[in-house]
């Protein structure tokens, strides 16, 4: 735990980065592919490094996009609660997956995460019915390996 | 895979179990869903919320107020040329407009008087920017640069320089969002400007598009019809071009005709909105077209716009008082 500080200093630093490309404006055909960087980075951080990012961690930065993005307080927020709470669930399974599996569980998180937005929308009475809404889920599958090599290497060099 | 070094959770002795962190931050979610759905409750909350996010919207706009600011700073002498001459050519069209206006405005005034309708006539308007930063890929919404500090409210009508763009539905403390009138959940009330049938225009997820379909088959709507508000929600006010009929297909066999308008907002290309402040929405209601507004009939260079208010037209009858939640479509009020 000596790295506690540091570690602290790179999930807000990740966390950051993940908010403000949620709201950067994307030409047109690749927008209604955003991954959802930041839902990936809750769960990078929550296999990673638990202690920090708990629970807690993960609701605030549902929140974050609930106030960026959304239409309601606490949509998105229970969203990445449940997400993260399956993450830490099995997070010692996950975490020895080889990475191929590990991406179709990080495809079945996202599905979920979307499907909860999608059924919230659906009881607020606003749906978005499109099938490009399910988009991001294989986009943010595709980047999940990237994001772990990438993180993984910048994570070891700094240790 | 992951690393497995940096930590991972206590095996014996853990924290807080995991599944009382889930049910209470999950309870917590649901009430505040609840209050912010159901009510007005956490709308200071959002007011504060949205101005902690504001260093977030900062930091995505400086690339393209710095590329903006780089190529205003190096227009060449020509194009400024031409653009002013432009420009002058736009303002002497408008002055001339304005002369009319005035005489037309003395009219209306007098008209007004006789009928004692007392609708204030303000026309004072604000520009917003819109902000260069995504809401959502899915719905028409957009975010503009002014907030509930510059007396930005809720239901706000927002307009461009050729005609209703849509209204406010979120505001933040220095911003706030916009739905278009094009978002699926979105409707208008209007009336066809010709013989003043009056519909709904209901947005159909198309930048490009609107539906009416309330319009019976035996309805006289034609290709071309401006169609401008008709101020029966009481959130826009009346005579505002909203769109022009695209498409109508009428099948014998159906109740409804098929009719589609193209919204003469420029939805996907405005860079800067006009919102209406509080005094331009006095109740006028219910402009019959045959009694002869010049200026609702054709888009209006955006010079006019801002002085221009067409919506002082002699009211007939009262504005429903109720004000609907713009989201939810009407039924049809024939």
């Known amino acids: 735990m000596s790295d506690g500080r540091i570690s602290r200093v790179r999930v807000t630093f990740t966390v950051i980065l993940a908010i403000i490309f949620a709201v950067l404006p994307l030409p047109e055909p690749i927008n209604a592919a955003r991954p959802d960087l930041l839902l990936l980075l809750v769960i990078y951080w929550s296999l990673s490094a638990p202690r920090i990012a708990g629970l807690l961690f993960a609701w605030f930065c549902g929140l974050a996009i609930d106030v960026l993005k959304g239409i309601i307080l606490g949509q998105h927020a229970l969203a990445f609660l449940v997400v993260a709470y399956f993450t830490h669930k099995f997070q010692l399974r996950i975490r020895i997956f080889p990475l191929s599996q590990q991406t179709?569980?990080?495809?079945?998180?996202?599905?979920?995460?979307?499907?909860?937005?999608?059924w919230l929308d659906g009881i607020i009475g606003q749906p978005v019915t499109t099938w490009m809404r399910w988009l991001p889920v294989i986009s943010g599958a595709i980047l999940w390996p990237m994001l772990v090599a990438g993180l993984d290497t910048w994570n070891r060099r700094n240790r | 895979m992951v690393t497995l070094s940096s930590d991972s959770r206590n095996i014996i002795g853990r924290g807080p179990p995991l599944g009382a962190?889930?049910?209470?931050?999950?309870?917590?979610?649901?009430?505040?869903?609840?209050?912010?759905?159901?009510?007005?409750?956490?709308?200071?909350?959002r007011l504060w919320l949205g101005a902690a996010a504001s260093p977030v919207y900062a930091v995505v706009q400086t690339p393209g107020q710095a590329w903006d600011w780089l190529t205003g700073s190096f227009a060449d002498r020509n194009r400024l040329r031409a653009e002013n001459s432009?420009?002058?050519?736009?303002?002497?069209?408008?002055?001339?407009?304005?002369?009319?206006?005035?005489?037309?405005?003395?009219?209306?005034?007098?008209?007004?008087?006789?009928?004692?309708?007392s609708a204030g006539v303000g026309g004072?308007?604000?520009?917003?920017?819109?902000?260069?930063v995504d809401v959502d890929p899915f719905r028409h919404r957009v975010r503009i640069n002014k907030g509930a500090d510059d007396g930005v409210f809720e239901t706000q009508p927002v307009l461009d320089a050729f005609g209703i763009v849509g209204q406010v539905v979120q505001v933040d403390k220095y911003s706030s969002t916009i739905i278009l009138i094009s978002d699926s959940g979105h409707a208008i009330p209007v009336q066809v400007n010709r013989n003043g049938i009056r519909s709904i225009a209901v947005g159909a997820g198309d930048m490009n598009k609107l539906n009416l379909p309330y319009l019976?088959?035996?309805?006289?709507?034609?290709?071309?019809?401006?169609?401008?508000?008709?101020?029966?929600?009481?959130?826009?006010?009346?005579g505002y071009p909203v769109a022009r009929v695209t498409k109508v297909e009428r099948n014998?066999?159906?109740?409804f005709a098929l009719v589609e308008a193209r919204p003469l907002a420029q939805l996907d290309r405005d860079r800067e909105v006009l919102l209406l402040t509080a005094e331009t929405l006095a109740p006028a209601v219910e402009p019959p077209a045959s009694a002869g507004k010049p200026a609702a009939t054709e888009p209006k260079p955006a010079a006019e716009t801002s002085s221009a208010t067409p919506a002082q037209a002699p009211s007939g009858q009262p504005a429903p008082a109720a004000r609907a939640p713009a989201p939810q479509t009407q039924p049809p009020q024939e």
């Open chain 1, 104 to 118: 179709l569980t990080v495809f079945a998180f996202l599905a979920l995460y979307q499907f909860i937005v999608f």
């Open chain 2, 252 to 255: 014998p066999a159906d109740t």
């Open chain 2, 216 to 238: 019976t088959v035996e309805s006289d709507v034609k290709i071309g019809d401006l169609l401008v508000s008709s101020g029966l929600d009481g959130i826009f006010p009346a």
């Open chain 2, 86 to 117: 432009e420009l002058t050519e736009q303002l002497r069209e408008a002055r001339v407009q304005l002369l009319q206006f005035d005489s037309l405005r003395e009219e209306n005034v007098r008209l007004r008087a006789v009928r004692e309708a």
């Open chain 2, 124 to 132: 004072r308007t604000m520009i917003a920017e819109i902000m260069r």
């Open chain 2, 21 to 45: 962190g889930l049910f209470f931050l999950g309870l917590v979610s649901v009430g505040i869903m609840m209050l912010d759905h159901r009510s007005n409750y956490l709308d200071t909350v």
